[in-house]
């Protein structure tokens, strides 16, 4: 949902604005609180993880390890592949 | 039809658009209570802020110069939380054998452990903060 949030921004705004540069600022911010809005959620999901390993008394699995290290080294190959001008 | 918006304006939008993005409420890190567990809500904000990090790198709409430094930023980050995990497993590791077999060596081992792991924690979390300041404020 939150992903649509820049496109939605600027196709909202290329009805008034036909400036591209405007546009693409535009979408920018509108990514950026796209962006901001999904950290939240994600971080809300950890942080109901962690209440519930509190309440169970008890310290994260090597599982729950594994896949946290898992999604990272997804995202930082990602990061690390990307090239200026790709 | 061609609309003018003064930068004063412009400035404005920006600087809610950065309100918002940053108007996290949801704290990991204060929930944690046990060391191990507060390694664990350092490591998943890491997570949390890569992914999005990853995200805004295919972004077309994320300009060249905000890419750079998002990728810099988890270059220095990554290594130091991939740390963090390695001493925290070892951290659950000794202490599983302490509790196993309650003897001096083991738990000598574990508080070896701990003291690594709180060096882990504190040399990751600069780094990691540096990372979300990259994703989140640009």
Known sequence: MFALLPALATAVASEFITDETILKWVGFAGSIVAKGFQVDDRLGGLTMHIEQMVAEERNPTTEEWGMLQARSDVAHETIQSWRIGA | ?138
């Open chain 2, 1 to 138: 039809m061609r609309l003018y918006i003064p930068t004063y304006l412009r400035a404005i939008v920006l600087a809610v658009a950065l309100a918002l993005a940053g108007c996290s409420t949801a704290d990991p890190l204060k929930t944690a209570q046990t060391l191990e567990q507060k390694a664990f809500a350092l490591y998943g904000t890491f997570v949390v802020y890569e992914e999005a990090g990853a995200e805004m790198i295919l972004d077309p709409a994320v300009p060249d110069s905000v890419k750079v430094v998002i990728q810099q930023a988890d270059s220095v980050a990554k290594p130091a939380a991939d740390i963090l995990v390695t001493v925290a497993r070892e951290t659950s590791v000794a202490r599983a054998e302490l509790a196993l077999i309650p003897s001096e060596t083991f738990r000598d081992k574990l508080v070896a452990a701990i003291a690594a792991l709180q060096r882990a924690y504190w040399s990751a979390k600069p780094k990691i903060d540096a990372l979300s300041l990259a994703v989140e404020n640009l």
